[in-house]
C-alpha cells in the first residue's frame, strides 16, 4: 500500500520545511552502497559529528538495549554491532539534530526518548531482536512531523501542548482540519525522504488510521509488525507518563493485535509488563 497525499496536501507539504539528511547519512548511504563497504570510513563519518556520535553513544549503552559491557567508542559499535544495526540509530538521533531547536519541543523529546525506547524493547519482547535497532528509529521517527509543523504554524504551540489531553488520533484530526494535512504524514514523508524502510513509512503512515488493518491484508506482515511493536510502545509509553487519552486508540485495535501475533490476553499483558519494567532505571 503506498501513500495516499491529495493535490491540496501536495501543496501544503511542499511549503513545510522538511529537513534534509544530513552529510553523515550520506556519507554512510555511499558507502554502504559500495561492494565491501569501508567499516573504517563509516565509523569516522559517524565520529565526525560530535552531537550524533555522542548520541548514538548514549543510546546503544541505554537501557533499551541491555548491553552487558559498555560500549566506548563509534568504531567499536560499529565493530561489535555491525553497521545495519547502527545505521538505523543513527538515523533516529540525527533526526532531532536537523530540526529546530526550541524549548517548546523539550518534554516532546522526552517522550520521543522514552517510545522510542519501548519500541526497542517491544521488539525484543516479541521475539525480533534484529528488529530492535530499527523499532527504536520508529519509535523516535513516527512523530517527527510535530516538530515540521510547529515550524511552519506557530500557532500549532497551542494544541501541541494539550496533545496527550485530547490524544494523539484527535489532534491528527484537527491539524487535517486546520492546516489539510497531519503530523503522521509529514512523518511519513520524512521518512521517505530519509529513506527509510517502506515498512516502517507504512508504519508511520498508519500510526493513528490503524483499526481494522490488522484482520485485512492492505499492509504486508512486515508493516504491520512494525505497526504493531508501535503501538505498544505507545501504550506503555503513555501509561507510564500517567496519560489516558491514548486508552481509545489502544482498545481499537487490541482484538487486531492479538489475533495478528497470535497471543492471548495474557501473553500481550507479560509483553506491556516487560516493556514498561525495561524503561524504569536499575
Known amino acids: 500500500m503506498s501513500l495516499s497525499i491529495t493535490a491540496a496536501e501536495k501543496a501544503i507539504l511542499a511549503d513545510l520545511s522538511i529537513p534534509p539528511r544530513p552529510q553523515v547519512l550520506l556519507t554512510i548511504t555511499q558507502e554502504t552502497k559500495k ?13 565526525s559529528d560530535v552531537g550524533i556520535s555522542g548520541a548514538v553513544l548514549q543510546v546503544v549503552n541505554s537501557a533499551a538495549f541491555r548491553r552487558l559491557n559498555e560500549i566506548k567508542s563509534i568504531h567499536q559499535a560499529v565493530m561489535t554491532l555491525g553497521i545495519n544495526r547502527v545505521f538505523p540509530i ?56 510535530v516538530p515540521a509543523l510547529l515550524q511552519a504554524f506557530p500557532e500549532y504551540e497551542k494544541q501541541l501542548a494539550e496533545a496527550n489531553n485530547m490524544g494523539w488520533a484527535a489532534l491528527a484530526e484537527y491539524e487535517r482540519r486546520e492546516y489539510g494535512t497531519s503530523h503522521a504524514t ?4 520524512i521518512a521517505q525522504q530519509w529513506s527509510l524502510p517502506k515498512v516502517m513509512v507504512e508504519a508511520i503512515y498508519y500510526q493513528h488510521d490503524s483499526a481494522g488493518l490488522f484482520q485485512g491484508e492492505e499492509l504486508s506482515a512486515s508493516s504491520l509488525l512494525m505497526l504493531a511493536i508501535l503501538k505498544i510502545a505507545r501504550i506503555v509509553a503513555y501509561r507510564k507518563l500517567g496519560v489516558s487519552s491514548e486508552e481509545e486508540a489502544w482498545q481499537d485495535n487490541y482484538d487486531g493485535l492479538l489475533n495478528f501475533l497470535n497471543y492471548e490476553d495474557q501473553q500481550l499483558e507479560d509483553v506491556l509488563n516487560a516493556v514498561a519494567e525495561a524503561q524504569s532505571p536499575a
Open 35 to 47: 561492494a565491501e563497504p569501508n567499516v573504517a570510513v563509516i565509523a569516522e563519518a559517524i565520529a
Open 90 to 145: 543513527v538515523k533516529a538521533v540525527a533526526l532531532k539534530s536537523a530540526m529546530p531547536a526550541s524549548k517548546v519541543l523539550d518534554a516532546f523529546w522526552l517522550e520521543a526518548n522514552l517510545l522510542a525506547g519501548c519500541a526497542a524493547a517491544t521488539a525484543e519482547e516479541l521475539g525480533y531482536e534484529s528488529a530492535k535497532d530499527n523499532a527504536y528509529m520508529l519509535g523516535l521517527f513516527h512523530q517527527a512531523g
Open 186 to 189: 509529514v512523518a511519513a514523508l
